[in-house]
Nanobody
Framework: QVQVVESGGNLVQPGGSLRLSCAAS????????MSWYRQAPGKQRELLAT???????NYADSVKGRFTISRNNAKATVYLQMNSLKPDDTAVYYC????????WGQGTQVTVSS
């Protein structure tokens, strides 16, 4: 069963940057679009960014221009570079395929606060 493990979350000040990583097990990583999602307290999980098998990308309006998604198929890893972070970006961040067919991982906590 394919599993994902997210890492890289931290406490950061507004305007700061973080790079999240998501390592996936399994040998078919390169055949699937991968996405980053997040869930803030009391809110539904939202789709943030997707990278397809041809490295094409899509972003939610809330993160467009600030976040960049990328993938390394040789390492079966997807990344999320987050710049100009805002307090509203505080959430647990998850990765999954798109559509999200894998069991959700533990996520990684991002807290943006001064």
């Amino acid at each position: 069963q394919v599993q994902v493990v997210e890492s890289g979350g931290n406490l950061v000040q507004p305007g700061g940057s973080l790079r999240l990583s998501c390592a996936a097990s399994g040998t078919f990583f390169r055949f699937y679009a991968m996405s980053w999602y997040r869930q803030a307290p009391g809110k539904q999980r939202e789709l943030l960014a997707t990278v397809n098998t041809a490295d094409g990308t899509n972003y939610a309006d809330s993160v467009k221009g600030r976040f960049t998604i990328s993938r390394n198929n040789a390492k079966a890893t997807v990344y999320l570079q987050m710049n100009s972070l805002k307090p509203d970006d505080t959430a647990v961040y998850y990765c999954n395929r798109n559509p999200a067919t894998l069991t959700w991982g533990q996520g990684t906590q991002v807290t943006v606060s001064s």
